[in-house]
């Protein structure tokens, strides 16, 4: 089966500077990769998510990259704000699956 | 509005007892899920399905069933709760999209085992 490591578990960032979580994937048939944000005691919500057949996506400050040479994917947060501090899960899908599996979070603070 | 409707929120119970918790959703999606997670933690899949009458284990061991007999809705026994099974619940859907599905979450269901 898939199995997703992500880095750091902790990040505190300045306000208004850039954070990147990075997340490795084992199985080279996963071809979806979302990331979710979950402030605290409140729902996953799908802030951005990329497909295979693609390197980069952009929303806003928020963007994803993939290589899928490499298998890893990443998440990028520009002029991070206060409102961005929360946990962050990657996850991964094989194609035809439909499990998703997730990392085991980072929790991103930011520093005003 | 569209959404996934999970109750009780909050539940404690006292070992040895039976609970179902809850789950509705009107996305109009097929596929359902139950994730477990710890406070902050890795979210872990117990149970899935397809559609009506379908339903599979997940990658996490989980001494609860569920059951599917109406499209919107999923709902999750534990037949005798122990303080093992303490932790939130989150119920999902998902509707099919080219390359892959995308996952919605309800906001949770908080069991307390005592």
């Known amino acids: 089966g898939e199995n997703v490591e992500q880095h750091p578990s902790t990040l505190s960032v300045q306000e208004g500077d850039s954070a990147v979580i990075k997340c490795t994937y084992s199985?080279?048939?996963?071809?979806?990769f979302p990331w979710y944000k979950q402030e605290l005691g409140k729902r996953p919500q799908l802030i951005i998510d990329?497909?295979?057949?693609?390197g980069e996506k952009k929303d806003q400050r928020i963007a994803v990259t993939l290589n899928k040479t490499a298998k890893h994917f990443s998440l990028h947060i520009t002029e991070t704000q206060p409102e961005d501090s929360a946990v962050y899960f990657c996850?991964?899908?094989?194609?035809?699956?439909?499990?998703?599996?997730f990392g085991t979070g980072t929790r991103l603070t930011i520093i005003p | 509005e569209a959404d996934i409707y999970q109750t009780p929120r909050y539940l404690v119970i006292g070992t040895g007892k039976k609970i179902t918790l809850e789950c509705s959703q009107t996305m109009g999606h097929d596929k359902m899920y139950w994730y477990q997670q710890d406070p902050g933690m890795e979210l872990h899949l117990i149970h899935y399905s397809y559609g009506v009458n379908s339903t599979e284990k997940g990658d996490l061991s989980s001494e609860s069933t569920v059951s599917r007999i109406r499209t919107e809705h999923f709902p999750l026994t534990l037949e005798s709760a122990r303080p093992s099974h303490t932790s939130q619940y989150l119920c999902?859907?998902?509707?099919?999209?080219?390359?892959?599905?995308?996952?919605?979450f309800g906001e949770g269901s908080w069991l307390t085992v005592v």
């Open positions: 199985d080279s048939a996963s071809n979806y």
């Open positions: 990329i497909r295979s057949n693609v």
């Open positions: 999902a859907s998902s509707r099919d999209r080219p390359g892959g599905n995308t996952i919605y």
């Open positions: 996850a991964a899908r094989i194609f035809g699956n439909e499990k998703l599996t």
